[in-house]
């Protein structure tokens, strides 16, 4: 481990064990005596379709959390909400369902993962805030609306588990609302097309309560653990998504940053199996928690997908050939390269074929070849250049026979890693592609779907002065006689955040993060600049940049990376406030 050091950045040597073990030594600004302070991750408003009404909002859960790490969750009944059962009560009356997680938090505490659940699938994982001793209040606003049918399905359980303990250096004790706001259209006469549509059905595929407690999630130990569920599908299933919801903690929390070598490298995927057989992956984002590389970089700007986690969808329509025998079929999830521990579950979204009982299906090709992984290092042992490459491709075809036709339908993914490592810079780019087509007989196009992924990470450290870049970039071109949604649509968030020495021995810090939702549909743009615990600036609009919104292409690799250095030095450009 001590060896570790000579290398990894050394700001992982320098700079984070002395937050670790003294966080409330840091100074803190004089703006803190005044509680709460509001955090905040950059996000859009979640806007309902027009036509619709409400919202009407119900509270499913207000509660405390001190210590609960590995108690049972706090839980409590759920029943549609009344303004949904008089409207018909049916999922498709929901034209937008959100779901809120307001939460405060008075007196020191570290990060902590919660996840929240309704009838066993998860519909919200976060990381809370790290919280400073006078205390904060922040808020997740997330889409739930593809868990309709679970809105809808009747009386099942909420439940909530936030894994925090108190003792008297980290007193904070969590508050936490969970609230849902549903916005209603009148339930259309003929059903939506499929590819628009939430499912019919979503089946948890996680863990049930263990007898001691802790989260319904899988603890994925090791690179070689297995974990899995069996599950048996409807008969009459026409499509299944799998989506995945993955986060890392304990020795893996920050994986994305280990050179190669050490604690397993800088390469972590998550793999799907069905009956032992990969079904697809997913490439994890490196989700910083708030208290992660150095906790001042993120007060009160959160970092990118903290509070709400990404998840991760795996089209497992062409694999329905094996599946649609009313036998159950293990449903399996591991991580490559694990180190202890990764909370991996994921719920299995189903489509039903309204018109029989019976579907069949048969696959028609599969192509999964192992990932490649390669690691290298460059430079003299004073100054090594570590790099390392990943990629994996995966394709799968299959049809599938229901009262819509005999459909075939093409799932395919490609990812890959770059990553470089110097004793002051990181720089790494995880690229993340995902095309479904389904067809008819006579090839007519039903649905296609493309989207592309890329999450770029890198750090500089020099003279004192510690810049975190981070982006999150998607972009999806979706078309078809299925599909009615917009046509594109493309979210870019680069969040850049400095934090650096200062005369005396105080550190000052700044964030500039950039929003920017495009889509045939209408557009969002919203720049945050904050300076020590204050908001500097913080401009939004609506106005869609001409071509924006009706670009048809995804933007090239290269964009993300080119934007990097010029957001690599808005440190500067955001004016620190020294305090
Ligand atoms: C409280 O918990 C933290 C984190 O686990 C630990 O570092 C600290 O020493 C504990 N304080 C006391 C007084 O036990
Ligand atoms: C939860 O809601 C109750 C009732 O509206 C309110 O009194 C309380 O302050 C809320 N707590 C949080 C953490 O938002
Ligand atoms: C994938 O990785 C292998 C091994 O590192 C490399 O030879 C190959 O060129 C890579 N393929 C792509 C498309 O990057
Ligand atoms: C559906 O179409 C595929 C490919 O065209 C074909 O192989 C399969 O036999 C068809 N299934 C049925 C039930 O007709
Ligand atoms: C599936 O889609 C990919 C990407 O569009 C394409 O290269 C491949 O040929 C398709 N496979 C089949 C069997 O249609
Ligand atoms: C955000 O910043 C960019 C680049 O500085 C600028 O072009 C854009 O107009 C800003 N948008 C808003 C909504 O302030």
Redesign the pocket.
Known sequence: MAASCVHLAFLLCFMIPATIASPRSLRESPADASWPTTFFEVDRPLRPPSGSSGPCST?LL?TSFGSTFAKPPATAAYSPPRCLAAAGGRASAISLAVLEW???CRGAQLDRTFGVWLGGAELLRGSTAAPPPNGIVWSVSKDVTRYASLLAAGRSTLAVYLGNLVNSTLPGVY???VTLHLYLRRAPATRPPPATAPADLVVPVSRALPPNGGGLWYQIQSATDVQSTSVALPSNTYRAVLELYVSSHGDDESWYTNQPGYRNGPFREVTVRVDGVLAGAAWPFPVIYPGGIYPLLWRPVAPIGSFNLPTYDVELTPLLGKLLDGKAHEFGFAVTNALDVWYVGANLHLWLDPGSTTTTAGLTSYVAPPANAASSQSGDPVDTHYQATANRTFSATGWVKSSYGNITTNATQTFGLEYTLTFETLDRTTVARAGVSATDHAGGVLYTEQTRRSFPLGWIYEQGRLTVTHGLDETTVAAGRWWTGPGYRSVRITQSSVVEDEEGGGKAWGVRQAYRYEATDGCYLRNVTSSGYGVVSDHSNKVCVKGGAVRATSAGDGAVRAALPAVAGAGKAAGLVRN
Do not use: I, K
Request: no cysteine; glycine share 0%; net charge neutral.
């Open positions: 509270l207000s307001h939460a405060t508050h936490a609302n």
